[in-house]
C-alpha cells in the first residue's frame, strides 16, 4: 500500500511558468520534507514542517515555496522555474523530529523545464 | 552542521563477491545513521540503519558497523546478486536535535554476473 503519494510523477513546465508538486501520506506522520536530487547527486533537503511550523534550508531559494494545509498533504510550489530547477523532487515523511527518526520517501515528481 | 563523506564513488564486484561502502561524519554527537538504496528513477529506500548504543547490526545479507570513536560506519553486503546493483546513501542528523539528514553522495555499486 502506498505511504507517502506524489503527483503528479512527471511534470513538464515552461520557463517561468508557476507550477506545483504534491505530496500525500497515510502515515500519520508529523513532519514532512521535501527535497531536490539532480542526476547523480544525493538528496538536498528544501524545506520541512513539523506539523504547522515551516523550517527553511538556509541555502533555499526564494523561489521555492511550500505549503502544509493539513497533516496529509503538502505542497511545494517553484514560482519562477528556471531551466537549472530541473530535477527529481522527493517527499518525505517521518513520524517526529528526534534526530533517530526514519524517513520514508515517496517516489518522486520529475520536473523538466523548456 | 553535519558534513558526511562516502567513498567509493563507484564500485564494481562480481556476483557472489562481499561489497563495503564507508562514510564519515563529522559531528561527534549524532546518533542515527541510515543507509538508503536508490535504484534507477525510483525512491530511496531504507534498508538498514544503526543508532549510537550499538556498533554492528545485521539483516541477512547486509550489515552495518559503526565506530563511534573514528566516526565512521560502513555498509556490508555479503554474496551480492545482479539486484543488488544500485546507488547508496549513507545518512547522518545535521542536528542532534533534529531529524534532518545530510547525505552522503552515493556509492554507484555494480553486480556484474
Known amino acids: 500500500d502506498a505511504m507517502v503519494i506524489q503527483n503528479p510523477r512527471y511534470q513538464v513546465t515552461q520557463f517561468g511558468k508557476p507550477v506545483t508538486l504534491s505530496c500525500s501520506q497515510t502515515?500519520?506522520?508529523?513532519?514532512m520534507y521535501w527535497y531536490q536530487q539532480k542526476s547523480s547527486q544525493a538528496p538536498k533537503l528544501l524545506f520541512h514542517y513539523y506539523d504547522k511550523d515551516f523550517n527553511n534550508e538556509a541555502d533555499t531559494p526564494d523561489n521555492f515555496q511550500s505549503r502544509r494545509p493539513n497533516t496529509s498533504f503538502c505542497f511545494l510550489d517553484i514560482r519562477s522555474p528556471g531551466l537549472g530547477d530541473a530535477a527529481m523532487y522527493l517527499c518525505?515523511?517521518?513520524?517526529?523530529?528526534?534526530?533517530?527518526?526514519?524517513?520514508?520517501f515517496g517516489p518522486g515528481t520529475r520536473l523538466l523545464v523548456l | 552542521g553535519e558534513n558526511v563523506e562516502q567513498h567509493p564513488s563507484t564500485l564494481s564486484v562480481q556476483e557472489g563477491d562481499s561489497a563495503v561502502i564507508k562514510c564519515t561524519y563529522s559531528?561527534?554527537?549524532?546518533?542515527?545513521f541510515p543507509w538508503y538504496k536508490q535504484e534507477l528513477g525510483k525512491r530511496p529506500q531504507l534498508i538498514i540503519d544503526i543508532r549510537s548504543n550499538v556498533g554492528e547490526k545485521k539483516d541477512q545479507r547486509i550489515a552495518v558497523t559503526l565506530n563511534k570513536t573514528a566516526k565512521h560506519f560502513s555498509l556490508h553486503i555479503t554474496e551480492t546478486q545482479p539486484e543488488d546493483s544500485a546507488v547508496y546513501f549513507c545518512?547522518?542528523?545535521?542536528?542532534?536535535?533534529?531529524?534532518?539528514?545530510?547525505f552522503g553522495e552515493g556509492t554507484q555499486l555494480t553486480v556484474n554476473p
Open positions: 545518512a547522518a542528523p545535521k542536528e542532534t536535535s533534529g531529524s534532518r539528514l545530510t
Open positions: 518525505a515523511t517521518s513520524r517526529d523530529f528526534s534526530g533517530e527518526e526514519t524517513q520514508y
Open positions: 502515515l500519520n506522520h508529523n513532519v
Open positions: 559531528d561527534s554527537a549524532s546518533n542515527y
